[in-house]
Nanobody, 125 residues
């Protein structure tokens, strides 16, 4: 049974920073694409960032230059460093994992195999 567990959410003032962590209990984590998505109240879930197993990273335009995704394959963990947070970043943040051995778009939530329960991020103005 694969588990994906996020941590690190919380309440922060605008302009502050948070780092989210996500641990995935997959056997071959180094071959998994990892993604972060978020869902604000009343909104659809949206792509935030992804780090494919082959390297590189991609971000939604609204977080470019503020959020940074990284991974530690030895710890089966992916991170999302969020800086210069804005009230509009308030959402539940979800971590997701998918095998990278079969190429699929990393921005599409429908391509991911495993999801965490989410962690709340609230940015006050």
């Amino acid at each position: 049974q694969v588990q994906v567990v996020e941590s690190g959410g919380g309440l922060v003032q605008a302009g502050g920073s948070l780092r989210l962590s996500c641990a995935a209990s997959v056997r071959t984590f180094s071959t998994y694409d990892m993604g972060w998505f978020r869902q604000a109240p009343g909104e659809e879930r949206e792509f935030v960032a992804a780090i494919p197993w082959i390297g590189g990273s991609t971000y939604v335009d609204s977080v470019k230059g503020r959020f940074f995704i990284s991974r530690d394959n030895a710890k089966n963990t992916v991170y999302l460093q969020m800086n210069s947070l804005k009230p509009e970043d308030t959402a539940v943040y979800y971590c997701a994992a998918k095998s990278g051995l079969r190429p699929r778009p990393v921005q599409s939530e429908y391509e991911y195999d495993y999801w965490g329960q989410g962690t709340q991020v609230t940015v006050s103005s």
